[in-house]
């Protein structure tokens, strides 16, 4: 269970953001959707306009405290100019390589501090009719769940154009406070910060031996002597496992999400497990690519996990954990390789690790603040892997969005890398898609646009192991394997060989 919340400063995760974010390392949530037919800056800045009465924090910037004394504060913007927050570009050609282009460029820029901390950036000149939606939230300001409950509330489930006053809602900015109140408030919330922090730690340990002793349940002796190990284990570094320093790349791709459902249904798993399966089988051959070591090698995944409680639901900020899914990395079995992660993400779950790593986690935040201030750029770039990447899953609405009576036709997420991680992926759900967008270091990552081939191949032969809508095996699309075979090498493409396939009564089985 959570404290009530200081609405007025960032909480101490929050202000983690802020402290790690450095020049080449931006640390925000986006989206790079696609929106039928033209949309104008005007109409989006008075839609916008219209919907900031329901989002009060949009108009609040991030002031830090003198020397860093106290958690940063958020104080409403005086020269508040929507015109700041909604953008446009036009593309010369309209290609949707140009596209991703302009949108990596956009997305590995900082935001001005000096501004309450989001933008909308409209591109035209895109073919077919269309217009890209980028929109962008700084970390400190929401996580993935409520950025996706932001768009919930700044689109529309209507087609239906929606009408406007024609004068802007009048907003009365409150008076700034003196500085003695601020310093003193300052010190104030320092305080509070490591009284948090202590009492967070109190409940979550608490939390912990409850549902423990609730549920009953002793973990088989031999899946701790199996899975502990691997945890223990130092993460062992990919190519792209070095200090990121940008400029960044955008790569997506796309699946049906009733494709994914029905891998998880017939295997007995999660659509997050069918998920981290295909992300790890499209590293394997990405690492393969760039001649990394696969056998023997474990690849380690940071996979966010929502805190949020039925009483958080509708709060900006971060509410989350994270758990350390370990994966061997040479399992080329589609099938094994699904039962792998489903046993992992299971054990997981049974040990409460992401409840215990929210409480490791919140030890450093006992430190004094500005001590948390001088440390977060130093330690953003120091020489340290404890994962291989990142891959955060957030559901998104079933149904179609719209803005200003133009639908929105895709959603792919954004998740900033940093650290050692130049190569991250984050995974939406929305109408009927899953949609997975990656973001690299272009230094390090020149060619992240060959994990969308190798994404679209690792859901085929998934799906096929798991005999889902094929009666029999087919073969990939002619043109998909020829794009394979000259983006994989021969050290590599061994591991893209059909396997043969035997009928036995009780149906499928494969033969590695």
Known sequence: MRHSRDHSHLSWTDAVFLYLEREGMPLHIAGVSLLQGTVSREDCMRLVQSKLPLLPRYRQRVVAPL???????????????????????TLKRGTDAEFKAVAGEILGQLMDRQRPLWDITLVRGLKDDRTGFITRVHHCLADGMAGVGLMNVVLDA?????SFSKKPPRFRVPSRRDPLTSLLDSWVSSYANVSEQVLQGLSDGL??????????????????????????????PLHFNVTCRGPQKIAWAKIPLADIKAIKDAQGCSVNDVALTLVASTIRLYASLHGDRIRGRLLRIMVPVNRRSNADRGELGNFLSIIPVTIPLDIRNPRKLLAAVHERTEFLKSAHVAELVSLVSALPGILPLPLQALAGPIASQLPIAPFNLVCTNVPGPQFPLYLMGHKLLTWYPYVPIGGEMAVNCAILSYNGMMYFGFTGD???????????????????????????????????????????????????????????????????????
């Open 67 to 89: 020397f860093n004394i106290g958690l940063p504060r958020w104080e409403f913007d005086p020269d508040f100019d929507v015109r700041n927050h909604v953008w446009e570009v």
């Open 158 to 162: 209507n087609p239906s154009v929606p």
């Open 207 to 236: 939390y912990i031996a409850e549902s423990i002793a609730a549920s009953g349940q002793i973990l088989p002796m031999d899946q701790l002597t199996k899975l502990l190990p691997e945890l223990a284990a130092p993460t062992d």
């Open 442 to 512: 272009a230094r390090v990552a020149p060619d992240l646009a060959r994990l969308e081939t190798f994404l679209k191949l690792s859901t085929k032969e998934l799906r096929e192991a798991a005999a889902i809508h094929l009666p029999w095996r087919q073969r990939a699309r002619p043109e998909v394997m020829a794009t394979v075979a000259m983006a994989v090498p021969s050290v590599a493409r061994s591991a893209l060989k059909p396997r043969r396939t035997m009928v036995a009564k009780e149906g499928l089985r494969l033969v590695a």
